[in-house]
């Protein structure tokens, strides 16, 4: 039992000497740097999902600004959003050829700049659902509706707990 503790110290004595570390900020911070006082959320999400971030990452730490209200570029972050088009494509079909269940496909990513230089990448963050097809135009319509806004708020916590790990 004490040998094996030794060759687990071992190991991890042996990874941090040569520098292997997580990705990510971690100490706390998140990605968003310490020093930060002003932070602007920018891109081609819509204004609702724009919103929904913006809530949920107020923080005591720093303001939310908006980017053309920057008077600290010192101390000023920009977060990037990028909202890929939503994919909505066909799973199964019943004997006729038509299609009976769809998937879709919720995706984006986040980049964090700080004095016109990339400190921080999410990485692709992806949420998706399946709709079951039964009824007609307007049923489909509604269930369509509902899960891509469905997706759009796992998204969003997903995001935000990116932001907040610096993972």
Request: glycine share 10%; aromatic share 6%; proline share 2%.
């Amino acid at each position: 039992m004490i040998a094996r503790g030794f060759a687990t110290m071992a190991v991890l004595l042996m990874l941090t000497s040569c520098g292997y570390h997580l990705v990510g900020h971690g100490g706390g911070t998140g990605a968003i740097p310490a020093d930060v006082r002003t932070l602007s959320i920018v891109g081609n999400a819509d204004q609702l999902q724009l919103d929904m971030l913006r809530q949920r990452l107020r923080s005591e730490r720093y303001e939310l600004v908006a980017a053309g209200q920057v008077h600290d570029a010192a101390h000023h972050a920009l977060l990037h959003v990028r909202i890929s088009p939503v994919a909505f494509v066909p799973l199964a079909y019943d004997v006729t050829g038509i299609a009976t269940q769809y998937r879709m496909t919720f995706s984006g990513a986040l980049m964090l700049e700080v004095d016109g230089k990339m400190l921080w990448q999410s990485g692709l963050i992806q949420r998706q659902g399946d709709i079951y097809i039964s009824g007609g135009p307007a049923s489909i319509d509604a269930s369509r509706t509902r899960l891509l806004n469905d997706l759009q708020k796992q998204w969003v916590s997903d995001a935000v707990g990116r932001v907040r790990s610096g993972f």
